[in-house]
């Protein structure tokens, strides 16, 4: 039973990463969906100021900067310093990583041979394969052979 217990909590664990990084793909998409507004807002105002110099400026004198010019100005950096804002975050999420706790497992198989894996790097690591080893559709969970690069079952293609 024990063995069901820790497979039990292996899956949550898979399960737990596997939500935090969905979850960190929501936020990331979240953040491009809002760099690609801002950007589209800051071109729309970038082209609404150049309407409004053209339409102030007279052949042989110089642009009338305007107040309305001016504030069209800093509008434009306003959204560009939020744009930078958004990009460092996207940066800091992008580089973040979720880490999961490696734990100490050993099992014993039915052929005999022990399998163990170790926390730290630093420990001595002992991996003995079985002598036969199943292949396993990781769509359809149907075995399949080893050279397969297609499930004969439900036909997904996988590396």
Known sequence: MSFFNELKQKIEKGVETAGKQSQRMIEISRLNIKIKGKRDNQMEEMLSLGRELYENWE??????????VKDKLKHIREIEGAINQLTQNLEKLKAAEIRVKAETVEIENEVGARVSSVNSESEKKEHVLPESMVY???????????SDAKCSHCNQQFY
């Open 136 to 146: 396993i559709c990781p769509f359809c969970v149907n075995q399949i052979n080893m």
């Open 59 to 68: 052949p042989d004198k110089e642009p009338i900067i305007t107040k309305k």
